[in-house]
């Protein structure tokens, strides 16, 4: 049974970059064919694809958050991360990473085979 857990601060400045850590255990996300992804929902909105890393450390993000966006991976310790900058309160949400065996781009609940249980960032001064 694959488990992803989220972690990082709750609260973030306006302007500040976001970071999260999502940790895997279950299997290893070298594993092949496997992409590892990033989605969020903000309070009131439908889920978002921010982006992903596949298992041969490729990297695919959102044309809407590319160039604020970085996924990059800790293999030795089975984890990938997000970074945000220059966010706003409108990047306020529920941040989940997500597995899966191919690379979707329009995030829907049964696209991915699992999910961490989501971590709430909200973003103000």
């Known amino acids: 049974q694959v488990q992803l857990q989220e972690s990082g601060p709750g609260l973030v400045k306006p302007s500040q970059t976001l970071s999260l850590t999502c940790t895997v255990s279950?299997?290893?996300?070298?594993?092949?064919?496997?992409?590892w992804n990033w989605i969020r929902q903000p309070p009131g909105k439908g889920l978002e694809w921010m982006g992903a890393i596949a298992s041969s450390g490729s990297t695919y993000y959102s044309p809407f958050l590319k160039s604020r966006t970085t996924i990059s991976r800790d293999t030795s310790k089975n984890q990938f991360t997000l970074q945000l900058s220059s966010v706003t309160p409108e990047d306020t949400a529920v941040y989940y990473c997500a597995s899966s065996k191919r690379l979707i781009s329009i995030a829907t609940i049964d696209a991915y085979d699992y999910w961490g249980q989501g971590t709430q960032v909200t973003v103000s001064s």
């Open positions: 279950g299997d290893s996300i070298t594993t092949d064919y496997y992409y």
